[in-house]
Protein backbone atom coordinates (compact mmCIF):
# COMPACT_ATOMS: atom_id res chain seq x y z
CA UNK A 1 0.00 0.00 0.00
CA UNK A 2 1.11 3.71 -0.74
CA UNK A 3 2.49 5.48 2.40
CA UNK A 4 0.23 8.41 3.10
CA UNK A 5 1.20 11.75 3.96
CA UNK A 6 -0.67 14.67 4.69
CA UNK A 7 1.50 17.86 4.18
CA UNK A 8 -2.08 20.38 3.84
CA UNK A 9 -2.69 21.13 7.30
CA UNK A 10 -3.05 24.85 6.88
CA UNK A 11 -6.32 23.64 4.30
CA UNK A 12 -7.84 21.73 6.88
CA UNK A 13 -6.56 19.42 9.69
CA UNK A 14 -8.34 15.64 10.52
CA UNK A 15 -10.64 16.46 13.34
CA UNK A 16 -9.28 14.99 16.94
CA UNK A 17 -10.61 11.66 18.27
CA UNK A 18 -11.73 13.27 21.13
CA UNK A 19 -13.40 16.49 19.70
CA UNK A 20 -15.77 13.47 17.33
CA UNK A 21 -16.14 11.92 21.06
CA UNK A 22 -17.41 15.35 22.77
CA UNK A 23 -19.67 16.07 19.37
CA UNK A 24 -21.32 12.39 19.32
CA UNK A 25 -24.07 12.63 22.26
CA UNK A 26 -25.33 16.41 20.22
CA UNK A 27 -26.01 14.05 17.51
CA UNK A 28 -28.33 12.23 19.22
CA UNK A 29 -30.08 12.44 23.08
CA UNK A 30 -28.66 16.11 22.92
CA UNK A 31 -30.45 16.34 19.76
CA UNK A 32 -32.73 20.03 21.28
CA UNK A 33 -32.60 23.52 19.83
CA UNK A 34 -30.69 25.32 22.59
CA UNK A 35 -33.13 28.49 21.97
CA UNK A 36 -35.96 26.13 23.74
CA UNK A 37 -36.90 26.53 27.10
CA UNK A 38 -37.46 22.94 28.15
CA UNK A 39 -35.11 19.91 29.25
CA UNK A 40 -33.99 18.61 25.80
CA UNK A 41 -33.32 22.65 24.90
CA UNK A 42 -31.25 23.48 27.98
CA UNK A 43 -28.88 20.17 27.56
CA UNK A 44 -28.23 21.79 23.97
CA UNK A 45 -27.79 25.40 25.94
CA UNK A 46 -25.15 23.89 28.14
CA UNK A 47 -22.96 22.32 25.47
CA UNK A 48 -23.09 25.85 23.65
CA UNK A 49 -22.59 27.69 26.72
CA UNK A 50 -19.66 25.23 27.91
CA UNK A 51 -17.71 25.59 24.46
CA UNK A 52 -17.93 29.40 24.82
CA UNK A 53 -16.30 29.42 28.34
CA UNK A 54 -13.23 27.13 27.14
CA UNK A 55 -12.71 29.38 24.16
CA UNK A 56 -13.12 32.70 25.88
CA UNK A 57 -10.78 31.03 28.85
CA UNK A 58 -8.19 30.13 26.34
CA UNK A 59 -8.61 33.77 24.97
CA UNK A 60 -8.94 35.61 28.21
CA UNK A 61 -11.90 37.34 27.33
CA UNK A 62 -15.42 37.44 28.60
CA UNK A 63 -17.25 34.90 26.94
CA UNK A 64 -20.08 37.23 26.09
CA UNK A 65 -17.89 38.58 23.88
CA UNK A 66 -17.84 35.69 21.77
CA UNK A 67 -20.15 34.89 18.64
CA UNK A 68 -20.22 31.48 16.89
CA UNK A 69 -20.20 32.01 12.88
CA UNK A 70 -20.14 28.95 10.03
CA UNK A 71 -16.61 29.51 9.15
CA UNK A 72 -13.62 31.87 8.96
CA UNK A 73 -14.85 33.38 6.17
CA UNK A 74 -18.37 34.06 7.43
CA UNK A 75 -16.36 35.98 10.52
CA UNK A 76 -14.24 38.11 8.33
CA UNK A 77 -17.52 39.48 6.51
CA UNK A 78 -19.12 40.11 9.63
CA UNK A 79 -15.44 42.32 10.65
CA UNK A 80 -15.63 44.17 7.87
CA UNK A 81 -19.22 44.57 6.75
CA UNK A 82 -20.00 45.07 10.61
CA UNK A 83 -17.80 47.74 10.85
CA UNK A 84 -19.00 49.44 7.83
CA UNK A 85 -22.18 49.42 8.48
CA UNK A 86 -22.49 50.59 11.95
CA UNK A 87 -20.81 53.81 10.70
CA UNK A 88 -22.27 54.40 7.34
CA UNK A 89 -19.62 55.84 5.32
CA UNK A 90 -15.58 55.88 5.79
CA UNK A 91 -11.76 54.71 4.59
CA UNK A 92 -11.32 51.17 5.73
CA UNK A 93 -7.13 49.56 5.57
CA UNK A 94 -6.25 46.20 4.94
CA UNK A 95 -3.45 44.37 2.99
CA UNK A 96 -2.85 43.08 -0.58
CA UNK A 97 -2.46 39.46 1.10
CA UNK A 98 -5.91 38.96 3.47
CA UNK A 99 -7.42 35.84 2.15
CA UNK A 100 -10.26 36.24 -0.43
CA UNK A 101 -12.82 36.24 2.74
CA UNK A 102 -11.22 39.55 3.71
CA UNK A 103 -10.50 40.72 0.41
CA UNK A 104 -13.29 40.56 -1.30
CA UNK A 105 -15.85 41.86 1.20
CA UNK A 106 -13.47 44.93 1.11
CA UNK A 107 -13.94 44.91 -2.75
CA UNK A 108 -17.85 44.35 -2.59
CA UNK A 109 -17.67 47.77 0.42
CA UNK A 110 -15.69 49.75 -2.04
CA UNK A 111 -18.76 49.15 -4.77
CA UNK A 112 -21.04 50.71 -1.90
CA UNK A 113 -19.62 53.55 -1.42
CA UNK A 114 -16.73 52.91 1.32
CA UNK A 115 -13.06 53.56 0.23
CA UNK A 116 -10.51 51.11 0.93
CA UNK A 117 -6.22 51.13 1.29
CA UNK A 118 -4.68 48.07 0.29
CA UNK A 119 -1.35 48.14 1.79
CA UNK A 120 1.58 46.35 0.18
CA UNK A 121 4.39 43.57 1.62
CA UNK A 122 7.99 42.88 1.90
CA UNK A 123 9.64 40.34 0.01
CA UNK A 124 9.06 37.88 2.97
CA UNK A 125 5.31 38.85 3.02
CA UNK A 126 5.76 41.19 5.87
CA UNK A 127 3.57 44.29 6.26
CA UNK A 128 5.25 47.18 7.44
CA UNK A 129 3.31 49.03 10.08
CA UNK A 130 4.68 52.75 8.98
CA UNK A 131 2.83 52.12 5.60
CA UNK A 132 -0.38 51.25 7.94
CA UNK A 133 0.30 54.44 9.94
CA UNK A 134 0.57 56.15 6.55
CA UNK A 135 -2.20 54.94 5.16
CA UNK A 136 -4.70 56.06 7.99
CA UNK A 137 -6.90 59.16 7.31
CA UNK A 138 -9.33 60.91 9.42
CA UNK A 139 -12.10 59.16 8.09
CA UNK A 140 -10.34 55.58 8.54
CA UNK A 141 -13.12 53.25 10.31
CA UNK A 142 -11.12 49.82 10.49
CA UNK A 143 -8.34 48.17 10.36
CA UNK A 144 -7.96 44.67 9.10
CA UNK A 145 -4.37 42.87 9.10
CA UNK A 146 -4.41 39.08 9.18
CA UNK A 147 -1.71 37.38 11.61
CA UNK A 148 -0.02 34.94 9.55
CA UNK A 149 -1.09 34.26 5.78
CA UNK A 150 -2.16 30.52 4.73
CA UNK A 151 0.37 30.61 2.09
CA UNK A 152 3.79 32.02 3.31
CA UNK A 153 3.09 31.39 6.81
CA UNK A 154 4.36 34.78 7.51
CA UNK A 155 3.40 36.11 10.66
CA UNK A 156 2.61 40.12 10.67
CA UNK A 157 3.32 42.71 13.55
CA UNK A 158 -0.06 43.24 14.90
CA UNK A 159 1.23 44.18 17.98
CA UNK A 160 3.04 47.19 16.50
CA UNK A 161 -0.09 48.04 14.15
CA UNK A 162 -2.59 47.35 17.17
CA UNK A 163 -0.92 50.42 19.01
CA UNK A 164 -1.19 52.68 16.56
CA UNK A 165 -4.68 51.86 16.20
CA UNK A 166 -5.37 52.25 19.46
CA UNK A 167 -3.78 55.76 19.90
CA UNK A 168 -6.25 57.03 17.08
CA UNK A 169 -9.37 55.06 18.72
CA UNK A 170 -9.65 52.97 15.70
CA UNK A 171 -10.97 49.55 15.36
CA UNK A 172 -8.43 46.88 14.54
CA UNK A 173 -9.96 43.61 13.20
CA UNK A 174 -7.06 40.34 13.00
CA UNK A 175 -7.83 37.70 10.83
CA UNK A 176 -6.25 34.79 13.16
CA UNK A 177 -7.95 31.94 11.36
CA UNK A 178 -4.43 30.25 10.89
CA UNK A 179 -2.90 30.89 13.97
CA UNK A 180 -5.64 30.85 16.34
CA UNK A 181 -4.55 27.48 18.65
CA UNK A 182 -1.61 27.48 16.86
CA UNK A 183 0.97 30.73 18.81
CA UNK A 184 0.35 32.16 21.72
CA UNK A 185 -0.83 35.54 21.51
CA UNK A 186 -2.94 38.02 23.76
CA UNK A 187 -5.72 40.11 21.97
CA UNK A 188 -5.44 42.82 24.86
CA UNK A 189 -1.42 43.22 24.61
CA UNK A 190 -2.09 43.49 21.05
CA UNK A 191 -4.90 45.89 21.14
CA UNK A 192 -6.94 43.86 18.65
CA UNK A 193 -10.80 44.41 18.85
CA UNK A 194 -12.29 41.56 16.57
CA UNK A 195 -11.08 38.28 15.84
CA UNK A 196 -11.77 35.58 13.54
CA UNK A 197 -10.73 32.35 13.98
CA UNK A 198 -11.61 28.73 12.76
CA UNK A 199 -12.18 25.22 13.93
CA UNK A 200 -11.24 23.32 10.96
CA UNK A 201 -7.65 24.40 11.39
CA UNK A 202 -7.19 23.45 14.58
CA UNK A 203 -8.61 20.22 14.44
CA UNK A 204 -11.88 20.82 14.91
CA UNK A 205 -14.96 20.26 12.66
CA UNK A 206 -15.89 22.50 9.33
CA UNK A 207 -18.51 24.68 9.04
CA UNK A 208 -18.23 26.26 12.55
CA UNK A 209 -15.81 29.51 13.71
CA UNK A 210 -15.52 32.70 16.14
CA UNK A 211 -15.67 35.91 16.37
CA UNK A 212 -14.17 38.06 19.22
CA UNK A 213 -15.77 41.65 19.43
CA UNK A 214 -14.23 43.45 21.99
CA UNK A 215 -17.22 45.26 24.06
CA UNK A 216 -17.94 48.61 23.42
CA UNK A 217 -16.96 48.08 19.50
CA UNK A 218 -19.91 48.75 17.17
CA UNK A 219 -20.58 45.72 14.77
CA UNK A 220 -23.78 45.96 12.35
CA UNK A 221 -24.90 42.23 12.04
CA UNK A 222 -24.86 40.40 9.06
CA UNK A 223 -27.57 38.31 9.24
CA UNK A 224 -31.00 38.92 10.77
CA UNK A 225 -33.05 36.81 12.01
CA UNK A 226 -34.02 35.48 16.06
CA UNK A 227 -32.49 36.50 19.20
CA UNK A 228 -29.51 34.35 18.54
CA UNK A 229 -26.11 34.64 19.87
CA UNK A 230 -27.17 38.68 21.48
CA UNK A 231 -28.36 39.58 18.10
CA UNK A 232 -25.20 39.72 16.78
CA UNK A 233 -25.62 36.49 14.01
CA UNK A 234 -28.96 34.97 13.57
CA UNK A 235 -30.00 31.26 13.41
CA UNK A 236 -30.12 28.07 15.16
CA UNK A 237 -26.83 27.55 16.16
CA UNK A 238 -24.46 23.98 14.84
CA UNK A 239 -24.77 22.58 18.18
CA UNK A 240 -22.60 19.58 17.52
CA UNK A 241 -19.66 21.77 15.89
CA UNK A 242 -19.68 24.36 18.43
CA UNK A 243 -19.85 21.50 21.29
CA UNK A 244 -16.83 20.26 18.81
CA UNK A 245 -14.61 23.64 18.46
CA UNK A 246 -14.99 23.90 22.15
CA UNK A 247 -12.90 20.86 23.57
CA UNK A 248 -10.54 21.70 20.19
CA UNK A 249 -9.31 24.81 21.70
CA UNK A 250 -9.18 23.48 25.21
CA UNK A 251 -6.98 20.90 23.70
CA UNK A 252 -5.07 23.27 22.15
CA UNK A 253 -4.38 25.48 24.95
CA UNK A 254 -2.72 21.83 26.59
CA UNK A 255 -0.63 21.07 23.65
CA UNK A 256 -0.13 24.40 21.76
CA UNK A 257 3.56 25.27 23.83
CA UNK A 258 5.08 21.62 22.58
CA UNK A 259 3.43 21.23 19.48
CA UNK A 260 4.88 24.94 18.83
CA UNK A 261 8.40 23.33 18.87
CA UNK A 262 7.70 19.83 17.26
CA UNK A 263 6.67 21.17 14.59
CA UNK A 264 9.38 24.00 14.03
CA UNK A 265 12.03 21.08 14.43
CA UNK A 266 10.24 19.21 11.33
CA UNK A 267 9.47 22.10 9.36
CA UNK A 268 12.94 23.28 9.15
CA UNK A 269 14.31 19.46 8.56
CA UNK A 270 12.37 19.39 5.81
CA UNK A 271 13.70 22.19 4.06
CA UNK A 272 16.95 21.74 5.04
CA UNK A 273 16.55 17.87 3.32
CA UNK A 274 15.09 19.20 -0.18
CA UNK A 275 17.87 22.23 -0.24
CA UNK A 276 20.82 20.02 0.08
CA UNK A 277 19.06 17.53 -2.78
CA UNK A 278 17.17 19.47 -5.37
CA UNK A 279 19.33 22.30 -6.90
CA UNK A 280 17.10 26.17 -7.55
CA UNK A 281 14.91 25.67 -5.05
CA UNK A 282 13.42 28.48 -2.68
CA UNK A 283 12.06 29.49 0.86
CA UNK A 284 9.34 31.72 0.87
CA UNK A 285 8.00 34.16 3.00
CA UNK A 286 9.96 34.94 6.49
CA UNK A 287 13.00 33.17 7.81
CA UNK A 288 11.81 33.17 11.37
CA UNK A 289 8.97 34.99 11.74
CA UNK A 290 6.82 32.06 10.21
CA UNK A 291 3.88 29.70 11.03
CA UNK A 292 5.63 26.98 12.91
CA UNK A 293 4.19 23.75 10.51
CA UNK A 294 4.92 25.88 7.22
CA UNK A 295 7.18 25.66 4.54
CA UNK A 296 6.22 26.69 1.53
CA UNK A 297 9.35 26.05 -1.53
CA UNK A 298 9.65 27.35 -5.14
CA UNK A 299 11.38 25.28 -7.41
CA UNK A 300 12.33 27.64 -10.17
CA UNK A 301 10.88 26.80 -14.17
CA UNK A 302 8.73 24.16 -12.74
CA UNK A 303 5.00 24.41 -12.71
CA UNK A 304 3.92 23.52 -8.86
CA UNK A 305 0.83 21.98 -10.23
CA UNK A 306 2.90 19.12 -11.71
CA UNK A 307 4.56 18.32 -8.32
CA UNK A 308 1.44 18.28 -6.43
CA UNK A 309 0.68 15.71 -8.85
CA UNK A 310 3.09 13.79 -8.81
CA UNK A 311 3.72 13.89 -5.10
CA UNK A 312 -0.04 12.69 -4.68
CA UNK A 313 0.98 9.65 -7.11
CA UNK A 314 3.59 9.09 -3.83
CA UNK A 315 0.29 9.65 -1.10
CA UNK A 316 1.63 13.14 -0.24
CA UNK A 317 -0.70 15.66 0.35
CA UNK A 318 0.48 19.41 -0.51
CA UNK A 319 -0.89 22.63 -2.16
CA UNK A 320 0.16 24.46 -4.81
CA UNK A 321 -1.41 28.07 -4.11
CA UNK A 322 -3.78 28.44 -1.59
CA UNK A 323 -6.26 25.64 -1.43
CA UNK A 324 -8.86 27.95 -2.17
CA UNK A 325 -7.94 28.62 -5.42
CA UNK A 326 -6.13 25.90 -6.47
CA UNK A 327 -6.87 24.24 -9.58
CA UNK A 328 -5.80 27.55 -11.35
CA UNK A 329 -2.56 28.26 -13.53
CA UNK A 330 -2.12 31.79 -11.86
CA UNK A 331 0.53 32.68 -10.13
CA UNK A 332 -0.59 33.16 -6.44
CA UNK A 333 -1.54 37.01 -5.47
CA UNK A 334 0.11 36.59 -2.47
CA UNK A 335 3.35 35.40 -3.80
CA UNK A 336 3.10 37.88 -6.55
CA UNK A 337 2.67 40.75 -3.78
CA UNK A 338 5.66 39.60 -2.67
CA UNK A 339 7.44 40.01 -5.62
CA UNK A 340 8.66 36.49 -6.40
CA UNK A 341 9.37 36.80 -9.83
CA UNK A 342 6.91 34.62 -12.39
CA UNK A 343 9.47 31.42 -12.94
CA UNK A 344 9.99 31.18 -8.69
CA UNK A 345 6.21 31.65 -7.93
CA UNK A 346 4.90 29.48 -10.69
CA UNK A 347 6.72 26.86 -8.50
CA UNK A 348 5.30 27.11 -5.27
CA UNK A 349 3.81 23.98 -3.31
CA UNK A 350 3.29 24.71 0.15
CA UNK A 351 3.79 21.92 3.14
CA UNK A 352 1.96 22.88 5.86
CA UNK A 353 2.31 20.19 9.25
CA UNK A 354 -0.01 18.98 11.73
CA UNK A 355 -0.13 16.95 15.20
CA UNK A 356 0.09 13.66 13.22
CA UNK A 357 3.67 14.71 11.01
CA UNK A 358 6.47 12.55 11.95
CA UNK A 359 10.36 12.61 11.16
CA UNK A 360 9.98 9.88 8.49
CA UNK A 361 7.17 11.45 6.61
CA UNK A 362 9.33 14.05 6.57
CA UNK A 363 12.21 11.95 5.23
CA UNK A 364 9.60 10.56 3.23
CA UNK A 365 8.78 13.23 1.76
CA UNK A 366 12.49 14.63 0.73
CA UNK A 367 13.22 11.76 -0.65
CA UNK A 368 10.14 11.56 -2.79
CA UNK A 369 10.41 14.73 -3.88
CA UNK A 370 14.08 15.31 -5.77
CA UNK A 371 13.06 12.82 -8.68
CA UNK A 372 10.22 14.57 -9.25
CA UNK A 373 11.50 18.10 -10.07
CA UNK A 374 14.41 16.61 -11.25
CA UNK A 375 12.17 14.84 -14.17
CA UNK A 376 10.29 17.59 -14.60
CA UNK A 377 12.97 19.57 -15.24
CA UNK A 378 14.53 16.83 -17.56
CA UNK A 379 11.29 17.34 -19.69
CA UNK A 380 11.56 20.66 -20.21
CA UNK A 381 12.34 22.24 -23.66
CA UNK A 382 15.99 23.35 -23.59
CA UNK A 383 16.39 26.91 -22.24
CA UNK A 384 12.74 26.85 -20.41
CA UNK A 385 14.41 27.20 -17.05
C1 LIG B 1 -6.36 33.39 6.80
C2 LIG B 1 -7.68 32.74 6.51
N1 LIG B 1 -8.81 33.43 6.70
C3 LIG B 1 -10.02 32.90 6.47
C4 LIG B 1 -10.15 31.60 6.01
C5 LIG B 1 -11.51 31.05 5.76
O1 LIG B 1 -11.89 30.21 6.82
P1 LIG B 1 -13.05 29.12 6.63
O2 LIG B 1 -12.45 28.02 5.79
O3 LIG B 1 -13.35 28.65 8.04
O4 LIG B 1 -14.20 29.80 5.98
C6 LIG B 1 -8.99 30.84 5.78
C7 LIG B 1 -9.09 29.46 5.24
O5 LIG B 1 -8.18 28.93 4.65
C8 LIG B 1 -7.73 31.41 6.05
O6 LIG B 1 -6.59 30.74 5.86
Redesign the pocket.
Known sequence: MTRRVYLDH???TPVHPDVVAEMLPYFGERFGNPSSVHGFGREARAGVDLARERIARFMKVPADEVVFT???????NMALKGLAFARGKGHLITSRI??H??LRAAQWLETQGFTVTYVGVDEHGMVDPDEVKRAIRPDTIGISI?H???EAGTIQPVAAIGALARERGIPFHV?A??TFGKLDFDVNACGIDLL?F????IYGP??V?GFWIRKGIKVQAVQHGGEHERRRRAGTENVPAIVGFGKAVEIRGRDMKAEHERLTGLRDRLWEGIRARVPDVRLNGHPTERLPGTANLSYRGVESESIVLGLDLKGIGVSAG???TAGSVEPSYVLVAMGLPLDWAMGAVRHSLGRSTTVEDIDYVIESVEPIVRKLRAAMPVGAA
Open positions: NASSGGTESDEHAVMANSDVQSSAHKKGASAC
